[in-house]
């Protein structure tokens, strides 16, 4: 059975650090792999998708990386702002399954 | 393109009370998903359709949970009788394929259960 974790569970940076959020999962028969952003009281925006045959997707200050092999997956925010805080999932896609989820992480951005 | 619709955005009920949520997903979406989310948690897939097929409801509690897509376009889904671990978020989503088709998020319908 599938399972992601997602390390941290937390993160407060000030802002302008660059930060890396991880998300590791233990089945590596996947189709893709996506990161999306939560706003509190609102539905999930999608950031990034990763095709299994890929290596990694870039989209502004984000970039995001897949590595099968050892399960896992990092998303890397650059030059961070306060606009940036929310909580930030992970979520693969499975033959025959929906999307599975990590539990997120909630990141903080103080100007 | 109109995005993913669902109603309420919150509701608030007592425990052993019924409680209905509706969703609307992308014009021409084939598939539709029903998701739970508790406080804390990443969503977890209740129900999957595929047109007006039920596709996966493998964690679903079906003794007090169900749900519908007539005409294999809107979607309800009801809780009854309600229990306080309901208490979540419910999230709607849609794809034109299902499979690995990218999904659109609804906002989601917060409910309390007290």
């Known amino acids: 059975k599938q399972e992601v974790t997602q390390i941290p569970a937390a993160l407060s940076v000030p802002e302008g650090e660059n930060l890396v959020l991880n998300c590791s999962f233990t089945?590596?028969?996947?189709?893709?792999l996506q990161w999306f952003r939560q706003d509190p009281g609102k539905g999930l925006t999608s950031l990034l998708l990763i095709q299994s045959s890929q290596r990694e997707q870039t989209s502004g200050r984000l970039n995001a990386s897949l590595d099968k092999s050892s399960g896992r997956s990092t998303l890397y925010i650059a030059a961070s702002q306060p606009g940036d805080s929310a909580t930030y999932l992970c979520?693969?896609?499975?033959?025959?399954?929906?999307?599975?989820f990590g539990k997120g992480t909630t990141l903080s951005v103080s100007s | 393109e109109a995005g993913v619709a669902q109603s309420p955005r919150y509701k608030i009920i007592e425990k052993r009370q019924s409680v209905a949520f509706w969703c609307n997903p992308i014009s021409g979406h084939a598939t539709l998903y029903w998701y739970q989310q508790i406080l804390g948690q990443g969503p977890k897939l209740l129900i999957q359709f595929q047109n007006n097929g039920v596709v996966d409801d493998s964690q679903l509690p079906k003794d007090r949970f169900s749900a519908e897509r007539l005409k294999g376009v809107d979607s309800t889904l009801k809780i009854q009788p309600a229990k306080l671990e309901d208490s979540a978020v419910y999230l709607c989503?849609?794809?034109?394929?299902?499979?690995?088709?990218?999904?659109?998020f609804g906002p989601g319908t917060r409910l309390t259960v007290l």
């Open positions: 089945d590596s028969a996947i189709y893709n």
């Open positions: 979520a693969l896609n499975q033959a025959g399954t929906a999307l599975i």
């Open positions: 989503a849609s794809s034109w394929f299902g499979g690995a088709d990218t999904q659109y």
